[in-house]
């Protein structure tokens, strides 16, 4: 399986940003976004199931972000609204077939918010 974020970018106090993750390969069973601000662990962001829904959010973002999926073009979004400087962090795309361990990761997009 191979990932592939995008979308990344500087957007003030606020704003809004989309993030995309195209992936390839075999099927799987769950998506999900994870973050690593600098000097942090990777935290867990959002997952949900690639078919049905089983949507999770950190409450850190619950209620700003939404994530979705296009079974279609075997595309993961998320959505992320209201950010603050908080949100600042590389954001990486993960699926996995073998919960709970995630086994697939993309690259992953930096997401600056200006204050």
């Known amino acids: 399986v191979q990932l592939q974020a995008s979308g990344g970018g500087l957007v003030q106090a606020g704003g809004s940003l989309r993030l995309f993750c195209d992936a390839s390969?075999?099927?799987?069973?769950?998506v999900g976004w994870f973050r690593q601000a600098p000097g942090t662990e990777r935290d867990f962001v959002a997952s949900?199931?690639?078919?049905?829904?089983?949507?999770i959010y950190a409450d850190s973002v619950k209620g700003r972000f939404i994530i979705s999926r296009d079974n279609r073009n075997n595309t993961i979004y998320l959505q992320m609204n209201r950010l603050t400087p908080e949100d600042t962090a590389v954001y990486y795309c993960?699926?996995?077939?073998?919960?709970?361990?995630?086994?697939?990761w993309g690259q992953g997009t930096l997401v600056t918010v200006s204050s």
């Open positions: 949900m199931k690639w078919r049905g829904d089983g949507r």
């Open positions: 390969g075999r099927p799987v069973s769950i």
């Open positions: 993960t699926a996995s077939n073998n919960r709970p361990t995630w086994e697939y």
